[in-house]
């Protein structure tokens, strides 16, 4: 396969990690097809979304569309610690370049740009099946109208055949074709996380600090807490109109109660990974608010009485470098290459660094081309998987893993 030659490509998954890549590979001079299938429609995808963390990539790349990041994000420089008191105990520099916006206001803006670009996105098409060609190196996506659900549809009304020179998979932690290659699988790592998001307005006063884009933190045992600025459902950032967007991880065991009660929804189906807004059951909710009043620092009860629509995800993770199949045909990337856990929200900037340093193979500007990007992709991951997971321990334990040497310690002392 001639990299630089103009290819018909198709996207898995019109998620963040699918339409970066959509975006990147519609940019580059061979001219290809793009073709995104999302098995969802854009409003049961918009039910699971929330604050959105960018990093350094996700930021470069998102840049490329919209340069200045205060148009589309909120930068946070500087930790704020709330104690047991409610009152704030500490401030450290962040120290890294992040910012924080919502997966709801950068999924349209990349779905503007790469339709700009004339890819072409296909909404509540779910790809059942890939087949190899062997004698023309192509692939045979098989795909079908699906007629909506949780877990991407399960009514099949048609069903069509699409010949790909490269397909990207990039359909998320609980695809199927992780299974189909064989890739490891994502485990449950025992906690689970609460989001929300209450209007700026009606912040509590020792909350203040989010105001001046602070990011607010606060550990408990065997729990911790964060919230940040973030623009509102409509994609707002005018001062006094934002959105502060909050996140809980409490400890849950699989094998509890509490977890199959969390994770079943009001219509009794059990999910695996997100119950989305408006599914959450209001027992669960209402045992969730006065176990914040029992643990949490009391803005953060606050918070949690003023939340609507509040959802919960089972966190999982995965670490697996391969990205190649079929004679480079298929592509992994995104949360169907590698999970992070979600604490230093990086899962979108991995997605932003696969899309940026696949556009440098495709353009041959990389040496060694896409088996040189499946590497750099492994390294970069395996660090980031790493450092999530160990921030992870460090915010719910108070210690870093066992031999684990953290970069710096924004945690320590507070
Ligand atoms: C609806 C939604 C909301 C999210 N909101 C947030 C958030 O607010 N904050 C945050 O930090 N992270 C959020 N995430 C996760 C976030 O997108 C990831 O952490 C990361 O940014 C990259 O994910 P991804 O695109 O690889 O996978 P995902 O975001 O999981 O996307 C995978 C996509 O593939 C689609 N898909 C799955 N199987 C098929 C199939 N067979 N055929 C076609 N399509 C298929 C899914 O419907 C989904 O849209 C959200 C994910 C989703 C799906």
Redesign the pocket.
């Known amino acids: 396969m001639d990299i630089k030659e103009p290819k018909n490509i198709v996207i898995?998954?019109?998620?963040?990690?699918?339409?970066?890549t959509g975006l990147i590979l519609a940019r580059l001079p061979a001219s290809h097809t793009i073709t995104i299938?999302?098995?969802?429609p854009a409003a049961?995808?918009?039910?699971?979304?929330?604050?959105?963390?960018l990093g350094n990539h996700a930021l470069a790349l998102m840049q490329t569309i919209i340069p200045t990041v205060e148009e589309f994000a909120v930068r946070r420089g500087v930790m704020q610690f709330i104690g047991k008191e409610g009152k704030v105990v500490a401030e450290r520099d962040l120290g890294i370049e992040h910012a924080t916006s919502?997966?709801?206001v950068v999924?349209r803006i990349l779905r503007r740009e790469v339709e700009g670009l004339g890819g072409v996105y296909r909404e509540g098409?779910?790809?059942?099946n890939l087949r190899r060609e062997e004698e023309d190196a192509k692939v045979v996506v098989t795909?079908s109208k699906a007629s909506g659900g949780d877990?991407?549809g399960e009514g099949k009304h048609e069903e069509e055949e699409m010949v790909a020179d490269m397909v990207i998979v990039?359909?998320?932690?609980?695809?199927?074709?992780r299974k189909m290659f064989d890739r490891k699988e994502s485990e449950y790592a025992g906690f689970l996380l609460w989001?929300g998001s209450v209007p700026e307005s009606k912040l509590p006063v020792e909350m203040a600090g989010a105001r001046e884009h602070k990011f607010l933190f606060s550990m408990v045992k065997d729990s911790y807490c964060l919230g940040y600025l973030a623009p509102n459902s409509s994609g707002s950032l005018e001062p006094g109109q934002r959105s502060f967007?909050w996140a809980h991880y409490d400890y849950c065991p699989s094998s509890s109660p509490e977890f199959k009660q969390a994770m079943t929804d009001i219509h009794s189906h059990t999910h695996a990974q997100?119950v989305?807004r408006g599914l959450l059951n209001p027992d669960v909710w209402h045992t969730r608010i006065t176990r914040a009043h029992a643990i949490l620092p009391s803005p953060w009860a606050k918070i949690a009485e003023l939340t609507e629509g509040p959802l919960v995800s089972a966190i999982s993770s995965s670490l697996d470098t391969k990205a190649l199949y079929w004679d480079n045909t298929v592509l992994f990337?995104?949360?169907?290459?590698t999970?992070?856990r979600?604490h230093l929200?990086l899962?979108?900037n991995?997605?932003a660094f696969q899309a940026l340093r696949l556009g440098e193979a495709m353009a041959g500007e990389m040496e060694g081309g896409l088996e040189e990007w499946e590497r750099v992709c492994g390294e970069f991951a395996s660090v980031f998987a790493e450092h999530s997971a160990a921030m992870g321990v460090r915010g719910l334990t108070g210690a870093w893993p066992e031999g684990y040497v953290p970069v710096v310690d924004h945690l320590e002392g507070v």
Request: aromatic fraction near 12%; glycine fraction near 18%; charge should be negative.
């Open positions: 898995i998954g019109g998620s963040i990690a699918g339409l970066m299938l999302e098995s969802r049961a995808l918009q039910s699971q979304a929330a604050g959105l963390g919502s997966w709801g999924y098409w779910k790809v059942t795909c877990d991407g990039a359909s998320g932690a609980y695809s199927h074709f989001r967007e997100t989305s990337v995104g949360e169907a290459y999970q992070f979600p929200g899962g979108s991995l997605a």
